[in-house]
């Protein structure tokens, strides 16, 4: 391709994102899978013109290198697995081959786009994805990117891989920011975009000149502090030759001055002598008359007198001689101190000119720092508006994200109301024909009444006892009472009918013998010809619970801190092992059991594994068990409260890890485990959301029955819509049971 256009590179798995992405974008572009592309994109790549198929897949150094593969395609990789195994249990190891790979510039060339611009880039293997950032960034490719998304992971999915929170780190010192983060369905493993800020190569370039500038200034400013020592030193070297000269301008003005004095002297003398000898001349010639002797004399004397006056001239000039050079050092030194002095003023006239170049390069710097706050600012008000955008978008998708699962909560509860007036409707045709009969026999009875007066006096104390007990039921069952006032109210209409209907005396008749029913159902289930057995438990949910254990058959029970409910399926199991007839007295009294028989090491996975937080609570569990009979089909497990992870958050849970490995090694692969939590937990102000991960992740192929007792803790007010999208996450079939006053969900293995 000879002209250059926009590129978008696609590296990696071509998953439903990135699909979406392409076609978004628009772009030409160059695929790079690891793996063949399935038939359905290998028939989009066809449809599409502009969309580029490599023939080999990309990697930093190119050439050979090891694909390990695996069950699932998509997660095929250039390095071994690490934590990956911890979201994806089932994920297994089929084989590594070696490939042949090729560097992104090699890629490019071979699908003749060489001249094209790189401005986005979708990288779909974490496990590479920044070390290939790095080599483009290295080679120059990144220049012109503006568009980027990843695939990564807070977690080390394979080996060598880094996590988010370095890729984002590396990112952003790149100049990127992170406008999108697709989290919402899989935290674990999602797809992060980045935009690049428009201003980081203006910025950049500025950084680049500013650190030339400040080159230049540093340059400058040793130059100017060379000069200047160079001036100091001429300065100091003026000083003293100009100090040596004055000192010898002096010491010859001394010597000048002592020859103009001595030569004074001598002129002074000569002059004397002249004057002498003109005296002896006028001497001379007054006394020419006198004798001839004197006239020697006298001539003798004069020659001697012009012998010193020869010698007088000749000292004279050597003196003026010695003044002359004595004048001509002086000239000398004075012209040298000329040339010190202009020498001196150039040097200040340079160092003016240094100094002066300084202030210029000063004011170039300040006014270049000037532009590069400018744009640092320009930037921080464009980052800011691209912050406040990218607030506005999250705070709009978050929005969307709460209408929709608020949206989701009220079709699951409009879809558990149907299901319940459905249920409902059943129930008020059965009370119906129920009131109907009681009205006849009512009806019948009032007939009657005249003549069993006695009777209804009997009746009307069976009826306050009823009500006592009624009352009692209604404070000990405080949630199933506020279950029936939400029927109550949905029903209000068929409320009204029945009201209208039946008199108080059938009202107390009808719940007295529903209460009594239940109490009688349960009793018979537990009795097996022993004495009474009582719980505490509500009886409607007692008897579904044995029911449902009944009819599914499990290989074993897992109890988080139920001590009644541990109690009662020990009972139940225990009753149906035992062999020993089911024979009353003629009293009532159950008969003695001779052939009490145990549970052996076979009955071990119909076995119940109770699990408490306080030691006290573990140990009179064990002693009320022992006391019933009923310690052979429990294990007493104490483990207290500790810290796990659940939707990044840290919440409290039973620290039964270890039990659960050692349960999961025990059991085989298509196991059916019953895990009921008891209300220990919420009572205490916590939330058992983490039950399901943490059962999902020590037992994950097994069939799970999960009950959490009591439905109507505030904390727990979304944990049926967070389950479900855990489960849609982890790709788990599960379905949510009908167990009265529960969160009940089955989790097919």
């Known amino acids: 391709m000879s002209q250059n256009v926009d590129l978008l590179v696609h590296i990696g798995p071509l998953r439903e994102e990135s699909e979406t992405l392409l076609k978004h974008v628009n772009l030409v572009t160059l695929l790079a899978p690891l793996s063949p592309m399935p038939e359905r994109q290998q028939a989009l790549a066809q449809t599409l013109s502009t969309l580029h198929v490599a023939e080999q897949p990309v990697t930093p150094p190119g050439g050979e290198a090891v694909c390990y593969v695996y069950t699932l395609k998509d997660f095929n990789s250039l390095a071994p697995v690490s934590e990956l195994t911890s979201l994806y249990p089932g994920l297994g190891k089929a084989r590594h081959q070696s490939v042949d790979t090729q560097t992104l510039p090699q890629a490019l060339k071979q699908a003749g786009l060489s001249q094209a611009t790189l401005t986005h880039l979708i990288i779909e293997q974490p496990e590479i994805a920044l070390s290939l950032l790095q080599a ?43 406008v999108a ?36 200034l540093s340059q400058l400013s040793a130059e100017r502090d060379t000069l200047q020592n160079v001036l100091d030193e001429t300065e100091q070297n003026s ?62 004397q004069l020659e001697e007198k012009d012998a010193q006056l020869a010698e007088r001239d000749i000292q004279l000039s050597q003196l003026t001689e010695e003044r002359d050079a004595l004048k001509k050092q002086l000239s000398q030194a004075a012209k040298a101190s000329q040339q010190h002095q202009k020498e001196h003023q150039e040097s200040e006239q340079r160092l003016k000119d240094v100094t002066q170049s300084y202030e210029d390069v000063e004011q170039q710097l300040q006014s270049a720092e000037q532009a590069g706050q400018q744009a640092q600012k320009k930037l921080e008000e464009t980052h800011a508006w691209f ?89 000990s069952n405080e949630r199933f009472g506020q279950l029936e006032s939400k029927l109550e109210s949905l029903f209000g209409e068929q409320r009204s009918y029945i009201q209208q209907t039946t008199s108080a005396l059938g009202q107390h008749v009808t719940r007295s013998a529903r209460q009594q029913r239940d ?26 619970l044995l029911e449902y254990y009944d009819t599914q058959h499990h290989d074993v029970v897992v109890i988080f801190g139920g001590t009644h409910t541990t109690e009662l399926l020990a ?28 549970l052996s090491h076979d009955d071990l996975p119909q076995t119940i594994v109770s699990i408490h937080h306080q030691k006290t609570v573990s140990n009179e569990l064990k002693a009320s068990l022992n006391n019933k009979r009923l310690s052979h089909a429990v294990n007493v ?82 944990l049926t819509t967070r389950w479900g999208a855990l489960l849609e996450t982890r790709q788990r079939p599960a379905q949510w049971l009908t167990l009265p006053d529960t969160h009940s969900l089955r989790v097919e293995g």
């Open 387 to 475: 912050m406040a955008r990218k607030q506005q978008a999250e705070e709009g998708a978050e929005q969307i994200k709460t209408l929709q699962a608020q949206l989701t909560t009220q079709q699951a509860q409009m879809e558990s109301l149907q299901e319940k007036l459905t249920l409902s409707e059943e129930e008020s045709e059965n009370y119906q024909r129920y009131f109907a009969n009681r009205k006849k026999q009512h009806e019948e009875a009032e007939d009657k009444l005249a003549d069993t007066q006695q009777q209804l006096a009997e009746k009307d104390t069976i009826i306050s006892q009823l009500n006592e007990q009624l009352a009692t039921l209604k404070q």
């Open 571 to 598: 009972q139940s199991i225990i009753n149906a092992r035992a062999e020993q007839p089911r024979l009353m007295g003629q009293n009532g009294q159950p008969q003695e059991a001779h052939n009490e028989v145990t």
């Open 637 to 718: 497990v104490y483990a207290p409260w500790g810290e796990c992870q659940a939707n990044d958050q840290t919440a409290l849970f039973y620290a039964a890890d270890s039990t659960l490995q050692r349960l999961n090694q025990w059991l085989p692969e298509d196991a059916r485990v019953l895990v009921i939590v008891g209300e220990t937990l919420p009572e205490a102000g916590h939330s058992r959301e983490v039950a399901l991960p943490l059962l999902l992740k020590q037992l994950p192929t097994q069939r799970l029955d999960v009950v959490l007792e009591g439905s109507d803790y505030p904390q727990e007010s979304e």
């Open 181 to 216: 983060q697709d989290a919402e369905e899989d935290p674990d493993f999602f797809l992060l975009g980045f935009a690049r800020n428009p201003l980081h190569h203006k910025l950049k370039d500025t950084l680049v000149r500013l650190a030339e500038r400040e080159a230049q």
């Open 136 to 178: 483009f960034e290295h080679s120059g490719l990144l220049g012109q990117l503006t568009q980027l998304w990843v695939r990564t992971s807070p977690l080390r999915l394979y080996e060598g891989m880094a996590t988010s929170v370095e890729l984002t780190q590396w990112c952003e010192q790149q100049g990127f920011e992170v």
């Open 519 to 544: 109490e009688q159902a349960l009793t018979h289930y537990l009795q097996y010809g022993q004495r009474p057995v009582s719980t505490p438990l509500a009886p409607g949910y007692a008897m579904a």
């Open 239 to 300: 000083k003293q030759n100009a100090q040596q000269t004055q000192q010898q301008l002096e010491e010859k003005a001394a010597q000048l001055k002592e020859k103009d004095t001595q030569l004074l002297e001598r002129a002074s003398q000569l002059e004397q002598l002249t004057q002498e000898c003109d005296t002896l001349k006028e001497t001379l010639e007054e006394t020419e008359q006198h004798s001839k002797q004197r006239d020697q004399q006298a001539q003798q």
